[in-house]
Structure formats: C-alpha cells, structure tokens
C-alpha cells in the first residue's frame, strides 16, 4: 500500500494558533473559534474553512476566513474590530516567513480578500470585520 498523506485541520490549527498568540497579538480576552458560541465574548474571531485545493501530492492550500468581532453596542464605532482584523491579518502573512504553525510547516499564505466591513445580522451590537486568505500547508505520512 501507498504512504497515506494526512492534512492537518486547517480551522482548528489556525484557531489553535491565534489561541495560543492572542493575549500578545490581539489583547486579552479574545478567543478564537471554528464554530459561533452560544454566548459571544466581547471580542472574537470565528475561523472557518471556505475552500481551497490541494496544490500538490503533499500540500493542501485552504481558503480561510476570518470573521473579527468586537462588541459596539451597536455604535458606529468599529475602530476594534477592523484593528483586530488588521493585526490578525499581518499574523497570518508572517506565518509564511516563520515557516510554520504550531510544527505544521507553512509554505505560502496569500490574501485573498479584506478586510472587509461584514455586518451579522445575528450580533447586532457587534461590529464584524472580515479577511480571507489561503495558507499552503504541509500533510504528514501516515
């Protein structure tokens, strides 16, 4: 039989990671999710998988958004959120300088799109700013 590739979970390794850098990259008291909470902290990010290929035998390349939440209380200031997705968006390019995520090498990261002003309609007193990039990420044999 073949060696079998195995591709990490790029939502969870990018949440993982902004986890991990957050109280030093976004401030204390952001969270990173894959999936929307119940109860929504005054600042978050949500990670989701949008696409993406695989670019080669041993590289996937996903799509990723990122969704930065920051609570307004339905003002127009948004000043929190952008600069959050803003300072989010630079981690995720120097990722491609250091070469890899929490032991899983990274290749290439390419922005895609935004960030963006992206109202939720189901968080009204949030102010959401989205970006998009694909990030070339390495499979391990397994």
């Known amino acids: 039989m073949a060696e079998l590739i195995e591709f990490p979970d790029a939502e969870d390794l990018f949440r993982r990671g902004i986890n ?30 949008t696409g993406g290929i695989a670019r080669d035998m041993v590289t996937d390349a996903p799509m990723l958004s990122f969704d930065c939440y920051a609570r307004s209380g339905g003002s127009a200031d948004e000043g929190e959120a952008v600069a959050m997705a803003g300072r ?50 390495r499979g391990q044999v397994i």
Do not use: H, Q
């Open 88 to 137: 989010l968006r630079s981690w995720c390019a120097s990722l491609e300088r250091d070469g890899e995520l929490l032991g899983v090498p990274v290749y290439e990261v390419t922005g895609v799109g935004g960030p963006y002003r992206n109202p939720d309609p189901r968080a009204p007193e949030f102010a959401r700013f989205t970006f998009t990039i694909t990030a070339a990420l």
């Open 20 to 49: 991990a850098a957050a109280p030093e990259l976004l401030g204390p008291g952001v969270t990173a999710y894959v999936k929307l909470p119940p109860k929504f902290s005054d600042l978050m990010v949500l990670v989701t998988r």
